[in-house]
């Protein structure tokens, strides 16, 4: 158990439709950061959060957006969902050099 | 981000040792070498890092080429549970909480 804790574990839903995926980062890391893993593309960065601030992006689309709170739990928002979406989201934390990761929310679109 | 070339895919028996090769030949001096493993159907999982000398902790150890060109991820002895995708990652040492850039990896079948 890494820590991370990830929710929903899975999610069906329709093609145009928007979801949100909620990260709880590891007691104490500041950081959080989301990838997706696809079929075709791999394991890709998407964005990092770091203690609420936006520190880097990656290959995220504008139909996708995130923030980190306060409490330092993080979400993921897809919008206008394609087919294309579906996939594995993983969310991660750190707090030196190792990244933890979540057990991920995998996405079935329509 | 620099570069790394792993074989797509290896075999090994039952508590036998894994010699897991990565080749880095376009590494800088700032980069640190790192290795995730991702069982199935699970997120990576952290397995061990390091800059230039050959470390060793309790899930495996990482020997670093003089050059620092290559590296090798020894599994001393294979269980069915390591059967997994193993990424070598390179990572500049001044990039605190930067992002992991994953390849293709090397996928280990655990025979019994």
């Known amino acids: 158990d890494s820590g991370v804790t990830q929710t929903p574990k899975h999610l069906i839903t329709a093609t145009g439709q928007r979801v949100t995926l909620r990260c709880s980062p590891r007691?104490?890391?500041?950081?959080v950061y989301w990838y997706q893993q696809s079929l075709d593309q791999g394991l890709q960065f998407l964005i990092q959060y770091y203690n609420g601030e936006e520190r880097a992006k990656g290959n995220i689309l504008e139909r996708f957006s995130a923030q980190q709170f306060p409490d330092l739990h993080s979400e993921l928002n897809l919008s206008s969902l394609e087919l294309g979406d579906s996939a594995l989201y993983f969310c991660?934390?750190?707090?030196?050099?190792?990244?933890?990761f979540g057990p991920g929310t995998r996405l079935t679109v329509l | 981000d620099a570069k790394t070339t792993q074989p797509n895919s290896m075999e090994s028996n039952e508590e036998e040792p894994v010699h897991l090769p990565c080749n880095h030949s376009t590494i800088s001096g700032t980069d640190y070498i790192h290795w995730y493993r991702q069982l199935p159907s699970q997120g990576p999982e952290y397995v061990i890092h390091?800059?230039?000398s050959n470390v060793n902790n309790r899930m495996a150890s990482l020997a670093i080429a003089e050059d620092r060109k290559s590296s090798t991820l020894i599994l001393h002895r294979a269980t069915l549970r390591d059967a997994a995708v193993y990424y070598c990652?390179?990572?500049?040492?001044?990039?605190?909480?930067?992002?992991?850039?994953f390849g293709a990896g090397t996928i280990l079948r655990v025979k019994s």
């Open positions: 990652i390179l990572r500049p040492s001044f990039a605190y909480g930067n992002k992991l850039v």
């Open positions: 991660a934390s750190s707090a030196a050099d190792t990244q933890y």
């Open positions: 390091g800059l230039t």
């Open positions: 007691s104490g890391d500041l950081s």
